[in-house]
């Protein structure tokens, strides 16, 4: 079963705008963790949330985590081509040290 | 980019059969860990390994088991194969828990059963 869930689904925007996704999951979580997947290949380590952070920034990657509504949100400003790919968010429980639970993932097109 | 190698790319096999996968860890990481991401899904944790024992098991069967060795790299083999053992199958390693610096994950292995 997946702990987190994304949202949307499928994301369709043009190079240079902003892209947003969000996560929500279910049980008490240790840390929140993005990654990215470029066509069914392996999983990239974008970035990792602690529970007692609120907002913590990559690059161009902007990540918020809301423990009081198990909720996080992935956003890549001024997008590229390169950013198209699927985005997953992965809670490591509390319960479950290290042993990520994963969403179906957000599916990102950027066009030129 | 990655320093986690999976061996093979792609494997087709037939319903029944066994299948063994292998991991080379990212030097100096002793955990690694499996996953089975079906098409269209996210990744399902499967086991994990911390300096050779297992260290967690998520919802599979006996069928899949997991070794680790002294070079912590490691081995996923799946016993008397389903349809439904088609996936992408994933490995990841880490210094320890990933609490600080998440994983490392390998290309991974498309497995095709027939």
């Known amino acids: 079963s997946q702990q987190g869930e994304e949202d949307p689904q499928a994301l369709s925007i043009q190079e240079g705008e902003n892209a947003t996704m969000n996560c929500s999951y279910k049980?008490?979580?240790?840390?929140l963790q993005w990654y990215r997947q470029n066509s069914g290949r392996g999983l990239v380590h974008l970035i990792l949330?602690?529970?007692?952070?609120r907002e913590k920034h990559s690059g161009r990657l902007r990540v918020t985590l809301d423990t009081s509504k198990k909720s996080s949100s992935l956003l890549i400003t001024a997008s590229r081509a390169a950013d198209t790919a699927s985005y997953f968010c992965?809670?490591?429980?509390?319960?479950?040290?290290?042993?990520?639970?994963f969403g179906a993932g957000t599916q990102v097109v950027v066009t030129p | 980019e990655t320093g986690v190698t999976q061996s093979p790319t792609h494997l087709i096999k037939t319903r029944g059969q066994q299948v063994t996968l292998r991991c080379s860890s990212q030097?100096?990481?002793?955990?690694v860990s499996w996953y089975q991401q079906a098409l269209g899904q996210g990744p399902q944790f499967i086991f994990q390994?911390?300096?050779?024992?297992?260290?967690g098991r998520g919802n599979f069967p006996p069928r899949f088991s997991g070794l680790q060795f002294p070079n912590y790299s490691s081995e996923l083999n799946v016993n008397a194969l389903e349809l439904d053992d088609s996936a992408l199958y994933l490995c990841?390693?880490?210094?320890?828990?990933?609490?600080?610096?998440?994983?490392?994950f390998g290309s991974g292995t498309r497995l095709t059963v027939v």
């Open positions: 990841a390693s880490s210094v320890g828990t990933v609490e600080n610096y998440g994983y490392t």
């Open positions: 049980t008490s979580i240790n840390n």
């Open positions: 949330i602690r529970s007692n952070e």
């Open positions: 992965a809670t490591d429980g509390t319960d479950s040290w290290g042993k990520l639970q």
């Open positions: 030097s100096g990481h002793n955990t």
């Open positions: 390994y911390y300096r050779e024992e297992e260290n």
